[in-house]
């Protein structure tokens, strides 16, 4: 057995020696003379932390003598981002690498538009490295067709610790305590909790809220297997009533913010709580603070034990022969171990390999990682609707729909929960 793996990994370096030997690197250019490799890379990564953590990729390229062509595009969630792909796709100017989730990923994959990383997928090990849950939006027809970056998670709250101690309010751990926490902020005059009304938002705030009163299995049911006796149950009419309390929580700016400035509402001890994906931790650690010190971070109260993942991929796309060691050296780096540290540790996310030790992590890192490696041994472990990785783009921005018109006060919940399953099916 050992000697099988020993030999697959001698293999695997030579093909990556091979699949990469064609273009000089860093420091063998010669004279000064640029190497001409080139990344184009479309991402939606613009807020302070995002950009940091993404930096340490550019740097890395760049060391290697790969230009970085940055191609921002605004927008959690990566809607706008994949609008922009698409017109640029049509005419002919497909990137080299975009920032994409689950099912975005396969639709690419399945019109033919994506590249081959089998060869740097093979030398890298990534079978035996990244989670099945990933490799299921990462592979096409045994392939392998963009590199995954790093997994979030939708069902984490976001807490400022000063203002807890000062209001003597602890860790809820369940969606009563959640909300009585809120009413005593408010009592104190400061805002409950810091929320940007987006549709993305919006989603990400119903993830968590759906895995804390339903629980796993009734997650499934409901946003992947999209069965019709769940979205109409009783379970889901409790869903919004609970967004609506949340909505009642919040400061009347709320419609339009960006995430990031609801995070900073949080650090700044305007507001006690954000209910965000954990890139929001990114925000906290790139304003200087530090965690279990200055923020606390703890599972949505009633979804402790569960993980709702998202996972930043970069979709390779098909390009020109001329960049295509480029681009198998972005992938090549993206995998990296010392990458995958340096990134993680600054994003909020946790390594795609499971092999990373959890060590340079902080107190909220290595909870994500132990609460994953938890959640894939206890099968609690489900893709995010609001990020792509429980169905597909269509129902997730029918469900977009739905969830922010209710939130904007249209209608009851009884109508809401008939109206969600009449999209879904629609959209299906
Ligand atoms: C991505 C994160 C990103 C967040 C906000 C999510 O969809 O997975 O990487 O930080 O959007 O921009």
């Known amino acids: 057995m050992t000697a099988k793996i020993t030999i697959k990994k001698a293999v695997g370096v030579m093909a990556l020696s091979a699949a990469l030997a064609t273009v000089p690197i860093a420091g063998q250019a010669g004279d000064g003379v640029p190497t001409g490799e080139e990344v184009e890379v479309l991402h939606w990564w613009t807020s302070g932390g995002e950009a940091k953590a993404l930096g340490a990729l550019r740097s890395t390229l760049e060391a290697q003598g790969v230009a970085w062509k940055d191609m921002p595009i605004a927008g959690g969630g990566g809607t706008n981002a994949m609008t922009v792909l698409r017109s640029r796709v049509m005419s002919g100017q497909a990137p080299t690498a975009v920032q994409m989730m689950g099912f975005d990923i396969l639709d690419w994959a399945k019109e033919g538009a994506l590249a081959d990383l089998n060869v740097i997928a093979q030398a890298q090990g990534w079978d035996d490295v990244v989670p099945p849950a990933l490799q299921q939006f990462a592979k096409h027809d045994g392939k392998w067709v963009s590199a995954p970056v790093n997994i979030h998670s939708t069902n984490w709250v976001w807490g400022n610790k000063a203002l807890l101690d000062r209001l003597d309010i602890e860790i809820p751990e369940n969606w009563n305590d959640f909300i009585a926490a809120m009413e005593a902020v408010k009592a104190a005059g400061y805002i409950p909790l810091a929320h940007g009304g987006q549709a993305w938002q919006d989603a990400t705030v119903f993830d968590g809220v759906v895995m804390a009163t339903g629980g796993p299995d009734f997650y499934r049911k409901a946003l992947i297997e999209l069965d019709q006796e769940a979205l109409t149950s009783d379970t889901m009419k409790q869903v919004f009533d609970r967004m609506s309390q949340l909505r009642g929580l919040m400061d009347e700016n709320y419609p339009g913010r960006d995430w990031n400035l609801a995070s900073a509402m949080v650090i700044n001890g ?33 979804s402790q034990g569960t993980v709702v993942f998202n996972a930043d991929q970069f979709a390779m796309f098909k390009v020109s022969k001329e960049r295509q060691d480029s681009q198998l050296k972005m992938a090549q780096a993206v995998l990296s ?14 390594p795609v390999r499971t092999d990373v030790s959890d060590e340079a992590f902080d107190v909220c890192g290595k909870k994500a990682i132990a609460d994953l490696k938890q959640a894939i041994t206890n099968n609690t472990l489900v893709g995010s609707m609001a990020h792509g990785h429980a169905a597909p783009a269509a129902i997730k921005s029918a469900l977009y729909d739905v969830v922010t018109t209710y939130f904007n006060g249209a209608w009851t919940s009884e109508q809401a929960v008939k109206l969600l399953a009449a999209a879904i099916k629609n959209a299906s």
Not at 337 to 350: D, L, R, W, Y
């Open 337 to 350: 171990p010392e990458f995958q540290v340096a990134f993680n540790t600054v994003k909020g996310s946790v």
């Open 270 to 302: 305007k507001a006690a709580f954000q209910m965000m994906g954990d890139w929001a931790k990114g925000e906290f650690l790139n304003a200087g603070k530090v965690p279990g010190q200055d923020f606390v971070c703890f599972r949505t109260p009633g």
